[in-house]
């Protein structure tokens, strides 16, 4: 998009007042979106966002300006008003950048923005199709969603950094809406890689689609979930909502250095039982939260936060990790060219173990098995949760048993993890749009089945909220955690 040559003209004047480090970080990014609903296409956008972001740090202080006008004119502009904001000085600079090549790479072989809008098109129609035909008398609402986005990034930095960079990701997902005698209820799909429109080679959607629907007719005839706290299966075809939430945002440099994680200053410490490892990796082939680059230009890797319950390290960006005299682990993360990057999860996972998933099912007299998360919030200074559980069951006698609507988990991140009874050899993906700061970053996560127990002399460690009380009446169980969303 713009030369080497420019680039290094750029940071010259960005540090021409004095500073430690710039950046210039330029993207062209081509999104499109389409949205069905009641049979008719509502939405079909489709844009280019083009522009460049320019940053500059002193000391503790960062000075960062955005702008659309890529001339060489603009751009140096620009430069000098991040520089202005920071430093009196007068020096001059010079740089050498050097191309930095990718350690991974994800090949796309059906480029989206080379697929006809009506072949789009044609899709979400099967899948509308294919969710109402599940029952027509019920199935009242069908929303199906598409978007790609095939992202052109160019980075460089003070440090001698020159990163060319083309990202692609294809997304797909079904909202399913039954109705019968007054009682609502939703069922959901969602799939997403770094992948192009070959995303449905790998993922029916119309199977996806009937799924939806399924759980959404499904969810009608549940029963109310009971409320107390009770041994909980979480099946790793839930996806990984509860160590991104309960523990990986926990796990952002900045959050800790700000003092606002719960695992602040604990490093080296156990924190999970000795059955859990958490990696967030960003190299792995086909997710939607990969990367070959971070967008400070860092070279992706995985990070062994926590193992074998011991914590280990921590998700940096540039910043964050020289604040502690170390190398960004490849986590700097931003929307686009208009902001700036933070310390982000991209694929965070609960490792496999060894125990068979339905034997831990059989291993419960009485609980709850959870086989789909619903949305989740958290408070990263006291690890309090709640989750919602979008597809639940009933255990007894170690037998999967009646379905349950309406259910919430909560509890302790933290004091979760150090209660893991047994660890699954399976493992489930999930996607998703993670928020923090105003800016939202695509991300997977994912978990094995995990079974969540305890001993006759001790506390179960998940609540189960309902409305249909289990045992004696407990009203303490109805608190949900004072939370924020992130």
């Not at 430069?79 to 920071?86: C, N």
């Not at 997304?171 to 069922?187: E, H, S």
């Not at 540039?318 to 694929?347: C, D, F, I, W, Y």
């Amino acid at each position: 998009m713009i030369s080497k040559e420019l680039i290094e003209e750029i940071l010259s004047v960005a540090l021409s007042r004095g500073g430690d480090f710039a950046e210039v970080f330029v993207e062209n990014k081509r999104v499109t979106g389409i949205g069905l609903e009641d049979g008719k296409i509502e939405r079909m956008q489709s844009g280019t966002d083009i522009g460049a972001g320019i940053r500059v740090i002193s000391g503790e202080a960062t000075a960062y300006a955005h702008t659309n006008e890529l001339s060489r004119e603009g751009l140096l502009r620009s430069a000098d008003v991040v520089a202005r904001a920071l430093g009196n000085g007068d020096e001059s600079r010079s740089f050498d950048l050097r191309t930095l090549r990718p350690t991974v790479e994800f090949p796309v072989s059906e480029a989206p923005d080379e697929v006809t809008a009506e072949h789009k098109v044609d899709v979400l129609r099967q899948a509308d199709r294919a969710a109402r035909a599940v029952d027509r008398e019920v199935i009242k609402q069908v929303m199906v969603g598409y978007g790609d986005v095939v992202q052109e990034v160019t980075v460089g930095n003070s440090e001698g950094v020159f990163v060319e960079d083309r990202r692609v990701r294809t997304r797909f997902l079904v909202n399913a809406v039954a109705a019968k005698d007054g009682v609502i209820q939703t069922g959901y799909e969602a799939v997403g890689t770094v992948t192009g429109f070959e995303l449905f080679k790998m993922y029916d959607p119309t199977q996806m689609a009937a799924t939806a629907a399924q759980r959404a007719k499904s969810l009608l005839d549940a029963e109310p979930a009971p409320s107390g706290k009770m041994p909980v299966v979480l099946a790793g075809e839930a996806g990984g909502t509860m160590v991104h939430e309960a523990c990986g945002h926990g796990l952002e440099a900045d959050l800790l250095q700000k003092g606002l994680s719960v695992y602040s200053g604990m490093l080296g410490e156990i924190v999970a039982d000795p059955s859990v490892t958490v990696i967030d990796d960003a190299t792995l082939p086909d997710r939607y939260g990969s990367y070959a680059f971070d967008d400070e230009g860092v070279q992706s890797q995985p990070v062994t936060m926590i193992k074998d319950g011991v914590l280990t390290d921590f998700l940096y960006d540039r910043l964050t990790a020289r604040k502690e005299g170390r190398e960004s682990n490849g986590h700097g993360r931003r929307e686009s060219h208009q902001h700036k990057p933070v310390p982000r999860m991209a694929n965070t996972y609960i490792a496999p173990g060894k125990a068979d998933p339905e034997g831990l099912i059989k291993d419960v007299a009485e609980g709850v098995l959870v086989r789909k998360m619903g949305g989740g919030q958290v408070n990263t200074t006291t690890g309090d949760f709640v989750f919602e559980v979008a597809e639940g069951y009933l255990i007894q006698d170690g037998e999967v048993g009646s379905m349950i609507r309406g259910a919430t988990l909560t509890g302790n991140g933290p004091e979760v993890l150090r209660r893991v009874s047994a660890v699954g050899s399976d493992l489930g993906f999930t996607i998703g749009t993670c928020g923090k700061e105003g800016q939202g970053v695509p991300v997977s996560d994912a978990q094995p089945t995990l079974l969540f127990t305890a001993d006759q002399d001790e506390d179960l460690p998940i609540s189960v909220g309902g409305t249909k009380m289990r045992g004696k009446a407990n009203a303490e169980l109805h608190k949900q955690p004072e939370i924020r969303r992130i």
